[in-house]
């Protein structure tokens, strides 16, 4: 129930280019940062023990029942029983689990880049008995049709710091079209890109909306905990603004069915943030004050018949 990780199976060298924008978007071609995806890899897989550790996510009251979905996304989501549903970019895997252990029927497959997340998620799998429908893949967002199985899923679920780690967003969005069957669906909830640009220490803009170049981070720690000593910290993410996403998505041959926006984030995102009596972080205020949405959610169906013009 927070930022995931994610990557493409290749590592382009420098040089290789990279479209950094949509339409109107800033009309330049950057590059990826060499060893990037590794730099990434290496960062999450050391996460993944003490992530299972923290208080954030706090393993210990999920396996006494603690929900890990937001009730928003469960009202969104509706009833999934005899469905099966790609979770990609799961990381430890307990929205997976959550799914599953409230919808019968449902079965679900996570996919994650890291080998310890998958291998701590189908080991909590197994505690909790629901291996028999919750089953853990090592793998990658661009061969998730290929790994899972094409066409062969009713619902593909991910997000809450997800498509920050994919540096093409019309790469993933193929990827999730290509893992529905004919009239299933995409459900994305997400930190909103508004969040990305405000200043960390006050209420204001610090950052620019329209940047979508490779943004490298070298902190050490994790949201989760971040006094936990670590050694692999470099890493790098990308700023997806609205219009990029709902591009890529159109692009796949989805087609949008409605895209909702929060008020309140699920982590301390920002430091003047206030934390509310159900545990979300909102802008100080309230209704009211200025606001600006900190999450969002999002479904887009694939077309019970294959459109002619989707974007290979």
Same mark, same amino acid.
């Given at each position: 129930?927070?930022?995931?990780?994610?990557?493409?199976?290749?590592?382009?060298?420098?040089?290789?280019?990279? *479209?950094?924008?949509? #339409?109107?978007?800033?009309?330049?071609?950057?590059?990826?940062?060499?060893?990037?995806?590794?730099?990434?890899?290496?960062?999450?897989?050391?996460?993944?023990?003490?992530? $299972?550790?923290?208080?954030?996510?706090?393993?210990?009251?999920?396996?006494?029942? %603690?929900?890990?979905?937001?009730?928003? /996304?469960?009202?969104?989501?509706?009833? +999934?029983?005899?469905?099966?549903?790609?979770?990609?970019?799961?990381?430890?895997?307990?929205?997976?689990?959550?799914? $599953? %252990?409230? @919808?019968?029927?449902?079965?679900?497959?996570?996919?994650? !880049?890291?080998?310890?997340?998958?291998?701590?998620?189908?080991?909590?799998?197994?505690?909790?008995?629901?291996?028999?429908?919750?089953?853990?893949?090592?793998?990658?967002?661009?061969?998730?049709?290929? $790994?899972?199985?094409?066409?062969?899923?009713?619902?593909?679920?991910? #997000?809450?710091?997800?498509?920050?780690?994919?540096?093409? +967003? &019309?790469?993933?969005?193929?990827?999730?079209?290509? +893992?529905?069957?004919?009239?299933?669906?995409?459900?994305?909830? /997400?930190? *909103?890109?508004?969040?990305?640009?405000?200043?960390?220490?006050?209420?204001?803009?610090?950052?620019?909306?329209?940047?979508?170049?490779?943004?490298?981070?070298?902190?050490?720690?994790?949201?989760?905990?971040?006094?936990?000593?670590?050694?692999?910290?470099? &890493?790098?993410?990308?700023? @997806?603004?609205?219009?990029?996403?709902?591009?890529?998505?159109?692009?796949?041959?989805?087609?949008? &069915?409605?895209?909702?926006?929060?008020?309140?984030? +699920? !982590?301390?995102?920002?430091?003047?943030?206030?934390?509310?009596?159900?545990? %979300?972080?909102?802008?100080?205020?309230?209704?009211?004050?200025?606001?600006?949405?900190?999450?969002?959610?999002?479904?887009?169906?694939?077309?019970?018949?294959?459109?002619?013009?989707?974007?290979?």
């Amino acid at each position: 129930m927070a930022p995931a990780a994610g990557l493409w199976a290749d590592d382009p060298a420098a040089g290789s280019p990279e *479209h950094t924008s949509v #339409g109107s978007y800033t009309p330049t071609v950057s590059t990826l940062p060499p060893g990037w995806a590794e730099a990434n890899r290496r960062m999450w897989d050391e996460r993944a023990a003490v992530h $299972v550790r923290s208080g954030y996510y706090d393993v210990a009251a999920f396996k006494a029942g %603690r929900p890990a979905v937001e009730p928003f /996304e469960v009202d969104e989501l509706g009833p +999934l029983g005899g469905l099966r549903l790609a979770h990609l970019q799961c990381h430890l895997g307990l929205d997976t689990m959550d799914l $599953v %252990r409230m @919808h019968p029927g449902l079965e679900a497959v996570g996919l994650d !880049f890291s080998a310890p997340a998958i291998e701590h998620a189908a080991a909590l799998a197994a505690e909790l008995e629901l291996d028999g429908r919750a089953r853990f893949v090592h793998g990658t967002v661009e061969g998730a049709a290929s $790994v899972l199985g094409a066409g062969s899923f009713d619902v593909v679920y991910t #997000g809450k710091g997800a498509l920050c780690w994919l540096p093409d +967003l &019309r790469r993933w969005a193929n990827e999730c079209a290509g +893992l529905l069957r004919p009239g299933g669906w995409l459900y994305v909830c /997400e930190f *909103h890109p508004v969040a990305d640009c405000l200043d960390r220490s006050e209420p204001r803009v610090s950052c620019d909306y329209f940047d979508t170049g490779a943004i490298a981070l070298d902190d050490p720690g994790s949201y989760a905990d971040r006094d936990a000593p670590t050694e692999h910290n470099l &890493r790098y993410e990308w700023h @997806h603004p609205l219009p990029q996403l709902f591009d890529a998505i159109l692009g796949a041959g989805l087609e949008l &069915r409605f895209f909702h926006e929060w008020d309140h984030t +699920l !982590f301390n995102q920002l430091a003047w943030l206030e934390r509310g009596d159900d545990g %979300r972080y909102r802008w100080p205020g309230g209704p009211g004050g200025g606001r600006l949405p900190l999450m969002y959610s999002l479904k887009a169906q694939k077309p019970e018949a294959e459109p002619s013009g989707a974007r290979p």
